[in-house]
């Protein structure tokens, strides 16, 4: 079965910091991968996700992430972050008809 | 707008009852799923359904049981089985299973 592997439950950064979060996933064949996030009272929402071509995926808010196949890596990166993004965010990997969710990182970003 | 209701959004349940949690689309997907959310476990899937009257078990599904009766519709009930039923409950859907999915804003069950 697929697992996903986030590397820190909690990061603490102050504004401007450059932001990188973990991602592995278990399965070696053809994924498709997800980043989503869960702001503070509101729902998931996709931040972004790759299905092929170029392994450099942009999303929203500035968030841009990179799939290494080599590595079974999705790492979500954002040069400079912000009081608002503050969140929690789930790494997510598809395989066949269901997606198997990392257990999240908490981000604070303190101003 | 285009979304997913939960209902009720805070739910309070007697040891030994069942309850059942509402989960309505109106996006015109085929695909709904549902999660249990307990903290630091990130997101686990109970069941999930690709097509009218059709679904499947995910990775948790024991002493939960659903039904897809209307595509608009996938209600979730716990069931008096489930030994630790108190979580928070998160209704998506999809176009088709392995397309993003869409969340909706959750239901919060706690035993009394």
């Known amino acids: 079965a697929q697992s996903v592997s986030q590397h820190n439950h909690h990061v603490i950064l102050s504004e401007a910091a450059s932001l990188e979060l973990g991602c592995n996933y278990s399965y070696g064949g053809t994924v498709n991968l997800f980043w989503y996030v869960q702001y503070p009272g509101q729902h998931l929402q996709l931040l972004l996700k790759?299905?092929?071509?170029?392994?450099l995926v942009k999303g929203i808010k500035g968030f841009e992430a990179e799939f290494i196949k080599s590595k079974f890596s999705f790492n979500l990166r954002k040069p400079s972050v912000q009081w608002s993004d503050t969140a929690e965010y789930f790494c997510?990997?598809?395989?066949?008809?269901?997606?198997?969710f990392g257990k999240g990182t908490m981000l604070l970003v303190s101003p | 707008d285009g979304g997913i209701t939960q209902s009720p959004k805070y739910l309070f349940r007697k040891e030994g009852q069942n309850v059942t949690l509402s989960c309505e689309q109106n996006l015109n997907h085929d695909a709904m799923y549902w999660y249990r959310q307990d903290p630091g476990q990130g997101l686990r899937l109970i069941y999930y359904?690709?097509?009218?009257?059709?679904?499947q078990k995910g990775d948790i599904a024991e002493g939960y049981s659903v039904s897809r009766e209307k595509k608009e519709s996938f209600p979730l009930t716990v069931t008096s089985a489930q030994k630790n039923p108190t979580a928070f409950y998160l209704c998506a859907s999809s176009q088709m299973t392995g397309e993003p999915q869409h969340f909706g804003d959750g239901t919060r069950l706690s035993i009394l």
């Open positions: 790759y299905f092929s071509g170029d392994p």
């Open positions: 359904s690709q097509i009218v009257n059709d679904f």
């Open positions: 997510a990997v598809n395989e066949y008809s269901t997606l198997t």
